[in-house]
């Protein structure tokens, strides 16, 4: 509201004219932009930071789930209340007052809110109904979608009714919707297609159509009306900035946040529309059209250019396997979209917490599609003082975790987490909490092509996969799974799993190896590591000496240990790798292989043109091909941060 009240006084400033109506009443206008009252209004919407559109613009700059995306929706929310609660009632009182006194506006006003809460207390129940009687998982009736349809008319006309704008109601109506499936996803799937691809664009040709530049013969007024505009926005701009010069935090980050607020478009439009047929002259609607245009461009390409959710600037340390203490604790970041990878997950667990002095911290993230809403959300169901909170949108695979945790009390500790968010844009939300929690490691699930899961959902996960090999601020380790081999988790009492290595050497291949120590340690498990060595000459650099003391040091540290067993395989030609890979047993519980093996190797420059899925390596990308299909084993394909 703060920008509101600093423009007001400057509205005065325009050179204004009285004209005597027919009813003998006179009216003040500015030539060029309309009645003088115009400019309560344009302050207003100025000031004001629509959510919908707010949403839109966030969504489409993949800001939507992120820190400052999420602040800047729950602002805007506050904000538009707020807007909404004034210019409800000072109407209401300043006409009931003319007529009635004091005593007349309150019982007015009183009457007012009475009716506008109870009808808002109906649709609630209404809607909480109707979910209430969808069963799970299915649809909603046609007829409750037709009912919800028809009363969003007959909201706008009560709204309009009462003083408010014809808009306004259905808003608040839209808020009551319980977000989400089944009644929000089905009101988004009925209406998304007809509104987005006939309805706006037929609105945005009106609009269009109703900017007439031919209309301007006074520019002077219209640029001193830009000018008012554009001191609205830097104004919002200021008020972010200021509490954070106070409290000493990120200046910069308050000042993207006010830049987000003053993002313009289809709320601003139909205000601006409607006051055209009232207050407001051809040629001053538009001068706010182009206002919003020029705020709204140069306000996201700021963002754009300022805000990077991602940097990975204030980093400190390594976050890497390889410089992860002996006996340190392992956390690591799960992203799981649906239950097929979770019995996999659920034995990683296990085989990553040998002892006490081995304990594991699981940070295992939900990821939920957002639909039926307009803001992304980040849920964390454990609070600091280790309560679980939120237990309503808990769900299965959260509870799996936590019944290993209670199982392995001591050694395992799990943190779930549910992400709500576009599929474009999950990579945030797992690299984000990695960042926040600073672990090591990612895990994300990467389905088999012929898992005969949701392909949906399947496509979504290996969308998924490119974005946070690429921003995530440490390991990562795609799991590639199939339903054979993750169909259910071994049991704790007789955990029995084999491990196959391949080494070639480089970055990727060392870090997988750095994976493999810490496993090595569990009494339950077999490892088999096999070194490829290529009898091509290869020069001797830094890489290879790394590659040859990494192994000998784990080689050194397992020489005790019967449980690991180590080969070294001699190579001549691309053909004895691809049939030594074949080679894999199909006992084995799980494959661990670098994403990038050492420079120069053969088998890179022979296979890269034939890979299907780059992200996931050559050795990776055909341990995950339809020749495998019959195999039970899962492959971890690792790639070390910074490499």
């Known amino acids: ?51 919908p559109v707010l949403a839109d613009i966030l969504t489409e700059l993949r800001l939507l ?153 006074h520019p002077v007024p219209l640029l001193w009306l830009l000018l008012f505009m554009l001191a609205g926005h830097v104004v919002k701009v200021l008020v972010a900035v200021a509490p954070a010069v106070y409290s000493k935090s990120s200046i910069r980050n308050a000042a993207v946040l006010g830049l987000m607020l003053n993002f313009k478009g289809l709320v601003e439009l139909m205000v601006y529309l409607n006051l055209k047929n009232q207050v407001l002259d051809p040629a001053g609607y538009v001068a706010v059209v182009v206002g ?32 992860l203490k002996p006996h340190e604790q392992f956390c690591f970041v799960a992203s799981i979209l649906n239950e097929g990878p979770v019995p996999i997950l659920l034995n990683l667990v296990e085989v990553s917490c040998a002892d006490e002095q081995s304990s594991v911290c699981a940070y295992v993230l939900h990821l939920v599609e957002l639909g039926g809403r307009a803001s992304s959300s980040l849920i964390a169901h454990r609070n600091p003082k280790d309560v679980f909170v ?111 290595v391949l080494f070639w050497g480089g970055n990727d291949d060392r870090e997988a190896l750095a994976y493999t120590s810490r496993l090595a340690r569990h009494a339950g498990v077999r490892i088999f590591v096999s070194r490829f060595m290529p009898q091509v000459h290869r020069k001797e650099d830094k890489e290879m000496t790394w590659d040859d003391m990494i192994f000998k040091e784990f080689t050194r540290a397992n020489a005790d240990n019967e449980r690991v067993e180590v080969e070294e395989i001699a190579v001549s030609d691309v053909n004895q790798m691809i049939s030594a890979i074949r080679s894999i047993e199909m006992e084995c519980d799980l494959v661990i292989v670098g994403r990038r093996q050492c420079t120069g190797l053969s088998l890179d420059e022979a296979l890269s043109e034939w890979t299907e899925s780059p992200e996931l390596g050559v050795v990776g990308d055909m341990l995950a091909s339809s020749d495998f299909a019959n195999y039970a084993f899962s492959v971890l394909v690792i790639q070390q941060h910074g490499s």
């Open 390 to 500: 939120n237990l309503g949108q808990m769900d299965r695979v959260h509870n799996a975790f936590i019944n290993v945790e209670k199982k392995k009390e001591g050694v395992v500790v799990v943190h779930p987490f549910t992400a709500i968010s576009p599929y474009a844009t999950m990579h945030q939300d797992i690299c984000s909490l990695a960042m926040e929690k600073k672990v090591p490691f990612i895990i994300v699930p990467f389905p088999r092509k012929d898992s005969g899961g949701s392909s949906e959902v399947d496509q979504a996960a290996r969308s998924i996969i490119p974005q946070v090999l690429s921003q995530a601020p440490c390991s990562v380790g795609v799991l590639i799974h199939q339903t054979l081999a993750s169909s259910r988790p071994l049991a704790l009492e007789r955990f029995n799993y084999c491990v196959r």
């Open 1 to 51: 509201m703060v920008p509101f009240v600093v423009l007001l006084p400057f509205g005065r400033l325009f050179k204004s004219r009285e004209y005597a109506r027919e009813d003998k009443s006179t009216i003040s206008v500015v030539d060029g932009i309309g009645q003088t009252s115009v400019f309560i209004d344009i302050a207003a919407t100025v000031s004001a930071s629509s959510p």
């Open 292 to 323: 919003i245009v020029i705020a709204t461009a140069i306000s996201s390409l700021l963002v754009s250019i300022l805000y990077d959710p991602l940097s990975s600037s204030g980093m400190v340390g390594y976050r890497t396997l390889q410089h």
């Open 65 to 217: 789930n992120t820190e400052l995306g999420r602040l800047a929706m729950s602002a805007s929310m506050v904000n538009e209340l707020t807007r909404w609660t004034i210019f409800a009632v000072f109407p209401v009182v300043q006409l009931s007052w003319d007529k009635n006194g004091v005593i007349g506006a309150l019982l007015e006003l009183g009457t007012s809110l009475v009716i506008v809460i109870s009808v808002f207390v109906m649709v609630s129940l209404w809607m909480r109904w109707i979910v209430r009687r969808t069963p799970k998982g299915g649809r909603v009736g046609e007829v409750h979608i037709l009912m919800v349809m028809l009363a969003v008319l007959a909201m706008g006309v009560m709204s309009d009714a009462f003083g408010l704008g014809f808009m306004d109601a259905p808003l608040i109506m839209g808020l009551l919707v319980p977000d989400g499936p089944p009644l929000g996803m089905a009101l988004v799937e009925r209406l998304e297609l007809i509104s987005t691809e006939v309805l706006l664009p037929v609105f945005f040709l009106g609009i269009g159509w109703a900017t007439n530049f031919a209309s301007i013969h």
